[in-house]
């Protein structure tokens, strides 16, 4: 009887080291949970804050060859809307493929101040 408290013991003993550990570990992952969550939140309100004008500056200069035009995507336009305002001669469905196209888009979604090259 006494060997099986004294083994019962040791295994408590064992338990509570285990728990130890794997609440620490725990709070090490809440830690950088919230610390990558905060730099997350940061840049997105960084950039999201930034004139399309600025955010321009960053796209690549092989970008800008002389056939293509970047255009800054304003809040509220569509590709539709695009291009209907930059080729209004032109059948806008075409233009929105080749937006895609250049752009390398799978949707028609786009963002307010993504930099897009026109055809």
Do not use: C
């Amino acid at each position: 009887m006494a060997r099986a408290r004294n083994s019962n013991r040791r295994g408590n003993e064992l338990n509570q080291a285990e728990w130890g550990h794997f609440l620490n570990l725990l709070k090490v992952l809440a830690i950088l949970f919230v610390t990558f969550s905060v730099f997350h939140w940061i840049i997105i309100h960084q950039v999201q804050s930034k004139p399309a004008t600025v955010l321009t500056k960053f796209i690549p200069k092989k970008w800008a060859t002389a056939n293509n035009k970047i255009y800054s995507v304003q809040e509220g336009d569509t590709l539709w809307d695009i291009a209907f305002k930059q080729y209004p001669a032109r059948n806008s469905q075409e233009v929105i493929l080749e937006i895609k196209k250049l752009n390398k888009l799978t949707t028609d979604s786009i963002r307010s101040g993504q930099p897009l090259r026109l055809p």
